[in-house]
């Protein structure tokens, strides 16, 4: 079985940048896709962005686009998130997500994905 161990959130201030990754071990099998997630307290999970291993595209949620990067370092098992110019209301738990079998009828919702992470915290210091 996989497992997916994201690092590199903490305390940050507002406008500020944190470089978070997730990185994979164990056996793992054709991936189609790794997503990242977060969720702020009492708030549902959300879509951030995705990136596809096919030919590395990706994908955000609107409200992070121009700010967030994501990208991988497959010899590393390793899928990051570039995060710039955070905002205060992004304060969340952030989660990485793996996709093994393909296409899912939405892939920016979190129902349907092979592997999860247990999260890593960002938090607006400011």
């Known amino acids: 079985q996989v497992q997916l161990v994201e690092s590199g959130g903490g305390l940050v201030q507002a406008g500020s940048s944190l470089r978070l990754s997730c990185v994979a071990s164990?056996?793992?099998?054709?991936?189609?896709?790794v997503t990242w997630f977060r969720q702020a307290p009492g708030k549902e999970r959300e879509f951030v962005a995705t990136?596809?291993?096919?030919?590395?595209?990706?994908y955000y949620d609107d409200s992070v686009k121009c700010r967030f990067t994501a990208s991988r370092d497959s010899a590393k098992n390793t899928v990051y998130l570039q995060m710039d110019n955070l905002r205060h209301e992004e304060t969340a738990v952030y989660y990485c997500a793996e996709l093994v079998d393909g296409q899912v009828p939405d892939y920016r919702q979190n129902g349907g994905y092979d592997y999860w992470g247990e999260g890593t915290q960002v938090t607006d210091a400011s």
């Open positions: 990136i596809r291993f096919s030919n590395d595209q990706t």
């Open positions: 164990g056996r793992t099998s054709r991936t189609y896709a």
